[in-house]
């Protein structure tokens, strides 16, 4: 009934700052280090319906990684490959004004047959076709959201999802009418509690109750609502080649094919850091260093990438109630 | 009128797997050496209507063979190119709803124009736009139909062809309602008698007689009806890289603007064997690999290309009937 | 009212084609340098709205050259954009029918919010929609255009500019029905004229009487309308890749969101004549040339670009005046 009522989240995230490292012998680790060898051994399917700038490096990147890439702008071919396939990517990037009810179309499908899938929120706040499709993902939501801390501030305001402020617990929700480009205006700290919320909000409609909210940037960071992993490294040259978030995107889609959704993200972050980290090494620029990216997504091992140093902060107990909108659910 | 009857053929094929090596003065390599270098001397244009995922491979590699490349998703543009272009390439491997009209009326401009062109029919059997669309071929065909084995297994079973099971004579048709992604799930020779049947069918309709069908694999196979090819060689990274395939359909565009159907088809295949073996040496993952293989389109020899390794075996005589369904002919 | 008067210019300008060397401390060098320097010191975004062919190098040569790129098809998600990015850049090398109505749509935007924009007018004389939405440009033009010759009289034919012809005084229009492909038919003197009469047809139009015309071959050319500037140098690689003059067109959006249109036009193609210089040197093929441009575009400096060999010859005052139609402004 209430499409427009907001969730709301009990009390503030805003201490999920500071934390840990992740000990090397967390099982959470174990999970990284076979995800990323099942997509090697089994070369899962995993489909996109992406934007048309980067839908190339998209492709080649879940290739790298291990997997098998199959590329769609059209529900009935979603659809149909949805049921071999084992995970989805969405990314709102370029738009075509017949997706505005295409791409609803396809989450009520998805959603519909427990498929999981990723969505990439590209631009979110950019235009009202962009804004109509991802209102229209609000009762019919991924698994995995994936953006820069612009996207997902935004993307939280679309959703009305109820997110505190940082640093305050006045209550008063952030970045709800906030405009962002595709190039994160804001780090990726300030999007923390939007990423906890959004999680949360997440897992409420995902039929095993596990999702998870990857954020990009310097530092990237990984919520599943419960705890904030965060995850340093990578190269700066990535902001410096268009797609490195899209084909992270789908790269995320492919780990999704064969692992729960907090490891997909964190195995496909991790991965991202190791290899850019490694194309960086000897490049002359952006070319050779994006030639060299796709060769290290292929080179780094399943060990490199479950050893990443990886900070974790636990939600306080005390916040982990959501009383999500519900209305949409299927 | 009977625009579903089913074409038949008659006996079986199924004998044609065995074969001889291709003389080394057989006129066809002498053949295959002028197409080579007939691209190179006279950059042909040779346009296309290719999927968004890999457009970009498709017309970087004419070019690295040596042609000239046009992209384009109007009629208008189309049919006014195709008055100056030598051939044009189809591939349907990413749809626009309005592609379901458009695309069955260029097949029938082009065919009032006896222009060629060649059918990637990309994910055959996925999605009922795409099956709409290969079906509205079937009237107007093609010149020169390329894919892996499950789209051309799949392709003929959309086109109702009478193709006989493999191994036996029972005349029971194989794969007429197989759906196959965009991976082969078939291997090669199970899709010979298929493409044989295939290149009969398309022939049937070609201005001058001359059709040929290519399954691209770990061996290729191509067939004119009359007589099948098989190309060994070529390298496994070539499955690692998005568009391997797709170029493959626009470089044998760019020399079927040159060539009859036969000779486009095993040079552009031989070429892409020898490409990929010499961008192999030395790659260190699919990124170099993919630039590498660009660079080794633009430096293969003509000479190189038609000595390749091929084996050839005739299909028995008795087996050259077919009787094609003449209702969507002009 | 007369929507296809045709535009006049007073007497020849064919004269413009002799030169003398731009003197190493003229002010544009500076002006050029500056241009280039404040690029890489702000990342200016410009967005673009380009073909598919080669949406992903334009996004790639912007972020190399210093810029930030955001690419659409969808006029709420550009005139959005237009309001935070500094220039807009427009191809209209593959078109989608709905493009038809919504890039003159854009067009009318841009220009009420006195918004600078580089028109590419690929293939400019193919195709009754790329022709229809060309001439929805005309009363909405764009500050430059950049095109190859063949591109650039195809679009005063279709403007109905009134071009002389080259050689004669006699008031005889060329050009005006010749349809252009996306390779050059013509060479780069042939445009002189049409450039000409086509910069001050434009800058009739701009907010601040500036605009220019980039002419690109063998040696580009580029005209504010008042003076010829020729740029010698440069890789005939840059033709056996796809996207050299989309991308330059990207790139010259990206310098016109920091400087005037000559400056901008002047800036883009002295960087590119030096980037594919150096990536010609040691390249193997054309992909390798391709890696090493983007690497080229990124380590060229803001001196070397100054330093350009650039030809200037001014056209006499008496050819200084021009009556565009201005029925279509706003």
């Known amino acids: 009934m209430s499409t427009d009522a907001s969730p709301d989240i009990t009390g503030s995230t805003s201490a999920a700052l500071n934390g840990t490292p992740l000990p090397a012998d967390d099982p959470e680790r174990q999970l990284i280090a076979k995800a990323v060898r099942e997509v090697k051994d089994t070369t899962p399917l995993a489909q996109s319906f992406t934007n048309f700038v980067t839908v190339n490096l998209v492709a080649n990147a879940q290739l790298a990684a291990g997997g098998t890439a199959a590329m769609s702008y059209l529900p009935d071919d979603i659809i149909d490959t949805a049921a071999i396939a084992k995970a989805t990517y969405i990314n709102v990037g370029t738009l075509l004004p017949f997706f505005k009810d295409a791409l609803g179309n396809i989450a009520r499908s998805l959603q519909a047959m427990h498929h999981p899938w990723v969505l990439d929120p590209v631009a979110a706040g950019i235009g009202r076709t962009r804004s109509a499709i991802l209102w229209a993902f609000r009762s019919a939501p991924p698994t995995i959201v994936r953006g820069n801390a612009s996207e997902i501030i935004a993307l939280a305001g679309i959703w009305d999802l109820n997110v505190p402020s940082a640093g305050s617990d006045t209550g008063a929700k952030e970045g709800t009418t906030r405009p962002a480009g595709v190039e994160a205006v804001d780090d990726v700290d300030s999007a923390t509690n939007a990423a906890i919320v959004m999680a949360r909000y997440l897992r409420s409609y995902a039929p095993n109750h596990r999702a998870a909210v990857a954020v990009s940037g310097a530092t990237d960071l990984v919520t599943d609502g419960d705890t904030v992993y965060r995850l340093p490294g990578g190269s700066s040259m990535m902001t410096k080649i268009t797609g ?79 009383s999500p909108d519900t209305a949409g659910t299927a």
């Open 244 to 322: 490195a978030g899209c084909s992270l995107g789908g790269v995320t889609a492919t780990y999704l094919a064969v692992a729960d959704p907090l490891t997909a993200a964190l195995a496909a972050s991790a991965l991202y850091n190791r290899a850019s980290e490694q194309a960086a090494e000897g490049c002359t620029g952006p070319g050779s260093f994006q030639t060299r990216f796709l060769d290290a997504l292929w080179n780094v091992t399943a060990e490199d990438i479950a050893a990443s140093p990886i900070i974790v902060s636990h939600v306080p107990a005390s916040q982990n109630s959501v």
